[in-house]
T-cell receptor, first 116, second 110 residues
Framework: GAVVSQHPSRVICKSGTSVKIECRSLDFQATTMFWYRQFPKKSLMLMATSNEGSKATYEQGVEKDKFLINHASLTLSTLTVTSAHPEDSSFYIC????????????FGEGSWLTVV | KQEVTQIPAALSVPEGENLVLNCSFTDSAIYNLQWFRQDPGKGLTSLLLIQSSQREQTSGRLNASLDKSSGRSTLYIAASQPGDSATYLCAVSHGNQFYFGTGTSLTVIP
């Protein structure tokens, strides 16, 4: 079946540095990918929607200059957290739409980011 | 705006018990509903997906039901095991966008 892979699954970075998280659709073309973030003891919240070859659409309150999303190909979207701060520490998960049923959405396993 | 609520927030049961986790949502015009499991420090694992036209889905010891009209879903876990200890999330979708509940943290005591 369709699989969405996220890498890295866990990452620790220093404050002020940037970190990139990749989301890949392994056996299907994903025209649209979504990025979510989970705050402590809160639900996962949609950050942005990215369509291949175009700029991402960010949800209200999400800083697009801080959370850079690139969807350069039909199988890869990246989320770059720029100038990371400890408050950016969170669980980030992507999902991709596509596969045998074009409107089916598959989730990656998520990435835990810790900024020290 | 869709709001998804999960009750209880935490649940502790002895091994072997059957249990029910609840999920409610405010907008019944959903595309589908999905139950996930999240282990501490780990990612999400999809457990069951119920399309809006379906009433329930079963996988092993898990059974999920959906009542769109009342805005409710339940996840039934039979004969619970310590390995079932995790946070369980439900999510409803409106087209492309998912709305997640805050989860129920389940502890199964050996």
């Amino acid at each position: 079946g369709a699989v969405v892979s996220q890498h890295p699954s866990r990452v620790i970075c220093k404050s002020g540095t940037s970190v990139k998280i990749e989301c890949r659709s392994l056996d299907f073309q994903a025209t649209t990918m979504f990025w979510y973030r989970q705050f402590p003891k809160k639900s996962l919240m949609l950050m942005a929607t990215s369509n291949e070859g175009s700029k991402a659409t960010y949800e209200q309150g999400v800083e697009k200059d801080k959370f850079l999303i690139n969807h350069a190909s039909l199988t890869l979207s990246t989320l770059t957290v720029t100038s990371a701060h400890p408050e950016d520490s969170s669980f980030y998960i992507c999902s991709a739409m596509g596969g045998a049923s074009v409107d089916t959405i598959y989730f990656g396993e998520g990435s835990w980011l810790t900024v020290v | 705006k869709q709001e998804v609520t999960q009750i209880p927030a935490a649940l502790s049961v002895p091994e072997g018990e059957n249990l029910v986790l609840n999920c409610s949502f405010t907008d019944s015009a959903i595309y589908n509903l999905q139950w996930f499991r999240q282990d501490p420090g780990k990612g999400l694992t999809s457990l069951l997906l119920i399309q809006s036209s379906q009433r329930e889905q079963t996988s092993g010891r898990l059974n999920a039901s959906l009542d769109k009209s009342s805005g409710r879903s339940t996840l039934y876990i039979a004969a619970s095991q310590p390995g079932d200890s995790a946070t369980y999330l439900c999510a409803v979708s409106h087209g492309n966008q998912f709305y997640f509940g805050t989860g129920t943290s389940l502890t199964v005591i050996p």
